[in-house]
């Protein structure tokens, strides 16, 4: 069964203060690891798609590293509106494209 | 720019009644996509659609649940006999012309079974 686990469960930053979410995977012939954005009440909204391991994408203040196990994004001087839950989710072999999400990390960024 | 939008923004209904949730996918995609996210918990695949027949489906998606894509813009859900464990929202999701494409998600339907 596909797996994605997401930690840490909530992170709270300063304003400035740069760090990482790590998102570990268990995807049976993994076709793509997708990252999305989160605000409440809200659909996920897409920000980077990793294809193969030792890629890295990149968006304003947030980058996405991918390897064989897990994939990590980078947040580089974060600012309030970075706010937000970020999901993680992968594509499977399966038929229909399923995406397989984490839990998420909810992200809060004081001013 | 393009975006999935979804009709109602919330549905409440009691249990046993059947609702319609109704999504517009991104015009030109061709793959169409249901999950829901019940409060606090992740966001669970449904079912994929595509060439107008399922492609996947999860153990969620029972006989309780149909999709139907009734014309060239319309993808709807529909949930023939509701029951209070499908209070969530539920997202529509399109992707373009790949199966490994990015899915596109919608606002969301907030549905409350009471």
């Known amino acids: 069964e596909d797996q994605v686990t997401q930690s840490p469960e909530a992170l709270r930053l300063q304003e400035g203060e740069s ?21 409440p009440g809200k ?9 193969s391991a030792g890629e890295e994408k990149e968006k304003e203040r947030l980058k996405a590293t991918l390897t064989k196990k897990e994939s990590f994004l980078h ?3 974060p600012k309030p ?19 397989t999400f984490g839990g998420g990390t909810r992200l809060m960024v004081k001013p | 720019e393009p975006e999935v939008t979804q009709t109602p923004s ?8 059947e609702v319609i949730l109704r999504c517009v996918p991104i015009s030109n995609h061709l793959y169409f996509y249901w999950y829901r996210q019940i409060l606090g918990q992740k966001v669970e695949f449904l079912v994929s659609f595509y060439n107008n027949e399922i492609s996947e489906k999860s153990e969620i998606f029972d006989d309780q649940f149909s ?14 006999s509701t029951k209070l464990e499908d209070s969530a929202m539920y997202f529509c999701a399109s992707g373009s012309g790949s199966r490994t494409d990015t899915q596109y998600f919608g606002p969301g339907t907030r549905l409350t079974v009471l």
Not at chain 1, 43 to 51: I, V
């Open chain 2, 10 to 17: 919330h549905q409440v209904t009691q249990m046993g009644q």
């Open chain 2, 67 to 80: 999709v139907e894509r009734p014309d060239g813009s319309n993808f709807t859900l529909k949930i023939r």
């Open chain 1, 19 to 39: 760090s990482s979410l790590n998102c570990s995977y268990t995807v049976s012939g993994l076709r793509g690891l997708f990252w999305y954005r989160q605000d």
């Open chain 1, 81 to 99: 509106e970075d706010s937000a839950t970020y999901l993680c989710a992968g594509a499977g072999g399966g038929a229909g494209n399923m995406l």
């Open chain 1, 43 to 51: 659909g996920p909204e897409f920000l980077f798609t990793l294809y």
């Open chain 1, 75 to 77: 947040i580089t001087a």
